[in-house]
């Protein structure tokens, strides 16, 4: 079993990124995205989720040429509580269902968000194989 790697460190993200950047289906699904994105996983207190984490990255042509923390202007802000990303990771609601559903609020152009939905979900699933350690009442969802 692999090490977990708790959701949104800089471990985490940078192995977000060599999975992304390896994968050819990505590669061909994002290969017209030219975008950035801000994912805003909100703090929840009541459940031991402290602190808000914000993370981003950029897409070009089908590749992450870019990933950090902390804010910066980007074509994209996605903001949830941090259950709804924990949710999503897990398989319980896909991403653009909770676009749809307002579950995760989106700033940004929503048609051109909705076109890359098969890049996306694939996204989600390569996201879905990286061994991830949640935080506080979400500790026992971890996997991997």
């Not at 870019?66 to 259950?83: C, K, M, V």
């Not at 996306?120 to 971890?142: I, Q």
Request: aromatic letters at 10%; hydrophobic letters at 35%.
């Amino acid at each position: 079993m692999n090490k977990r790697m708790v959701l949104g460190s800089d471990e985490y993200l940078s192995k977000f990124k060599e999975k992304i950047n390896s994968d050819k289906e990505y590669a061909e699904l994002a290969s017209s995205v030219d975008d950035s994105y801000t994912l805003v996983l909100q703090s929840e207190p009541d459940k031991g989720i402290q602190e808000t984490r914000v993370v981003g990255f950029e897409i070009k042509e089908g590749k992450m040429t870019d990933i950090w923390t902390g804010e910066r202007e980007t074509s994209f802000i996605l903001s949830a509580p941090y259950r709804v990303w924990v949710d999503i990771l897990l398989g319980k609601i896909g991403a653009n269902r909770a676009f749809i559903t307002r579950k995760l609020s989106i700033k940004g152009n929503m048609p051109r968000l909705l076109k890359t939905a098969k890049a996306t979900d694939k996204l989600v699933t390569l996201l879905r194989e990286l061994p991830t350690e949640f935080h506080g009442e979400y500790k026992s969802k971890s996997f991997g």
